[in-house]
Nanobody
Framework: QVQLVASGGGLVQAGGSLRLSCAAS????????MGWFRQAPGKEREFVAA???????YVADSVKGRFAISRDKSKNTVYLQMNSLRPEDTAVYYC????????????????WGQGTQVTVFS
């Protein structure tokens, strides 16, 4: 079992930045894949980015160029750096883990964190 604790959300003005963290307990090394998702009110959950501990990563087209995913092996933590934030980025952001598969696939995520709220105001 793994526990995922997401943090770093908050209220930020459009154009600003936030860095989300996902601290994991339990195995997170390859072949596990860590991902970030988000869900805005009234909308379906949306895939944002994923990373292997080997550092290969994938970022969704909708946020590419503004968001970046990274990991710190020593801290067993995955980060989502969010720059140039827009009001439409407002959502609850979740980190999740799957045991294997394709970076760009949303299938297979079985472990989820509690989510952290990001609110971007104009």
């Amino acid at each position: 079992q793994v526990q995922l604790v997401a943090s770093g959300g908050g209220l930020v003005q459009a154009g600003g930045s936030l860095r989300l963290s996902c601290a994991a307990s339990g195995p997170t090394f390859d072949p596990y894949i860590m991902g970030w998702f988000r869900q805005a009110p009234g909308k379906e959950r949306e895939f944002v980015a994923a990373i292997r501990w080997s550092a290969y990563n994938y970022v969704a087209d909708s946020v590419k160029g503004r968001f970046a995913i990274s990991r710190d092996k020593s801290k067993n933590t995955v980060y989502l750096q969010m720059n140039s934030l827009r009001p439409e980025d407002t959502a609850v952001y979740y980190c999740a883990r799957k045991q294997s598969g394709l970076l760009g696939s949303t299938a297979g995520y079985g472990d989820w964190g509690q989510g952290t709220q990001v609110t971007v105001f104009s």
